[in-house]
């Protein structure tokens, strides 16, 4: 009986144990499950992950194509301005060489013709033809000015200008050149000359001339003229440097002994020369000093005086000209002169212009004003009046080295003002090289009236005065 007890407990134990291992195992089937979904999930996105990585790749190189694919639009871009610049810039120089080719075939035409009027000239009377003479060698005005004389000898260089039937030429090797109208036989401009005609006026363009006949070239066609009707022209528009000339001249004497003394003289004269303006502006200065043989050291001032002088011509025609303002300041304590102002306007007329001289006369009523150093007691120390001032120019050329100029300029205004004064000043000027010469000046002053200082001491009316120095022309 006990036995049999003991085998139902058994069984039933076991029958427990089976029951509890069938339910662990469906337990860990079931966990196993889920680990399974869960590891297939994080395939999933990782799957997912790559492919966003693999789209956001795809994304990028696109990016980086677009970007290479401006670039190469940009650099197209950049070829093709360049391009049409160039292009730009052929065009504008093939319209300067058909100018250029245009010019020169016009100036060769023009030189045959010449050159043909001279064998017709020749054989005239004859009755037989002479040789064919060659042709002749015609240069290309490009980056310089030409110049052929009648002895058939060519200059390059720059023109300054003519005027007054000279022609200033600055040439590298000859330097600053004066040169008589009339032995000029060809001129070619490569620069726009301004360019007065008589009877016309102003115009402008690259100027030509071949014997008697004057061309002006111009965007707008050719002018042509006889070179009779030629008055004046100057490089123009460029360069403002080429329409001005200046010289400058100095004076030194010293002397050391038994008297000390310093005498020192200063000229500067500069021009501006346009086709039909005209503009001078003049300097003269002295400054003297001496110990008068003294035993001191110290010199002592016995001259101090500077003139300034300046005007401005504009010329209606190849003799008759305006001046619509002329001025001077002068000053010289020793006249007892602090300053003097004189400013005016008048007419002028050239009288003598052959090429190698020439005379010229202007004036008109001014406005004078003095300052004076000092007065006697109970006189003005300052006076105004009107004045007419006259002035003459006179410029000769004695030698192919050698010139003569004057200048006598007058003034006549009331007696308080000094009444009748006038500047005279002639020059020899003897060259030494092209932009150097040796001045020779006399030098006269004369004021009629001087007015006496506040020690009732009068100057002496006139003074005098000669200087030897070195000129330098630019």
């Known amino acids: 009986m006990l036995y049999k007890s003991s085998l139902s407990v058994f069984s039933l134990l076991l029958l427990f144990s089976a029951a509890t291992i069938a339910e662990e195992a469906t337990v860990d089937a079931s966990a196993a499950q889920d680990i399974e979904a869960v590891k297939a999930e994080a395939e999933a996105a990782k799957a997912e992950a790559e492919a966003a990585r693999a789209e956001a790749e795809a994304a990028k190189a696109e990016a980086e194509a677009a970007k290479a694919e401006a670039e190469t639009v940009k650099a197209e871009s950049e070829a093709a301005k360049t391009e049409a610049e160039t292009a730009k810039a052929e ?39 002479s040789k064919e003479k060659p042709k002749a060698w015609i240069p290309s005005a490009v980056d310089f000015d030409w110049v052929q004389l009648t002895s058939n ?29 009339e032995d000029v036989k060809v001129l070619r401009g490569y620069r726009i000359s301004n360019v007065n005609i008589e009877d016309v006026g102003a115009t402008h363009g690259k100027l030509e001339i071949t014997g008697d006949t004057v061309q002006i070239i111009s965007d ?23 329409l001005w000339s ?13 008297t000390d003394q310093l005498d020192y003289t200063a000229k500067a004269s500069i021009k501006r020369r346009a086709s039909r303006t005209r503009f001078l502006l003049d300097y003269i200065g002295n400054l003297s000093k001496t110990d008068g043989g003294g035993t001191t050291d110290n010199l002592v001032e016995t001259v101090n005086n ?41 007419l002028g007329y050239t009288v003598i212009d052959d090429g190698t001289s020439e005379l010229s006369f202007s004036g008109g009523p001014a406005y004078v004003k003095t300052d004076f150093v000092s007065v006697a007691p109970g006189e003005n120390e300052s006076e105004a009046t009107g004045a007419l001032v006259i002035r003459t120019n006179y410029d000769t050329e004695l030698t192919s080295t050698l010139d003569f100029i004057a200048r006598y300029n007058i003034q006549y205004g009331n007696k308080d003002s000094g009444g009748y004064t006038h500047h005279a000043i002639a020059t020899l000027e003897s060259e030494i090289t092209g932009k150097l010469d040796i001045d020779i000046s006399f030098i ?19 003074d005098y005065r000669m200087t030897v120095g070195l000129t330098y022309t630019y």
């Open 91 to 129: 065009a504008e120089t093939a319209k300067t060489e058909a100018v250029e080719v245009k010019q020169a075939v016009q100036s060769q035409a023009i030189i045959e013709q010449t050159m043909a009027a001279d064998v017709d000239a020749e054989t005239s009377g004859s009755g037989e033809p």
């Open 153 to 181: 000898e060519w200059l390059k260089g720059e023109i300054k200008g003519m005027y007054k039937d000279s022609l200033e030429f600055d040439s590298d090797k000859l330097d600053l050149l004066d040169i008589d109208w």
């Open 220 to 242: 707008y066609g050719t002018e042509e003229y006889d070179r009779s009707q030629l008055i004046s022209f100057a490089p123009g528009g460029e360069r403002e440097a080429d």
């Open 246 to 258: 200046a010289k400058v001249t100095l004076s030194l004497d010293v002397k050391s002994g038994n």
């Open 306 to 346: 500077h003139r300034v002088t300046a005007n401005f011509d504009y010329y209606k025609t190849r003799y008759f000209f305006y001046n619509p303002v002329f001025a001077e300041l002068f000053r010289d304590p020793f006249l007892n002169i602090d300053m003097r102002v004189q400013i005016g306007a008048g």
């Open 444 to 462: 006269w002053d004369r004021i009629d009236n001087p007015t006496e200082d506040a020690e009732g001491n009068a100057p002496v009316p006139d």
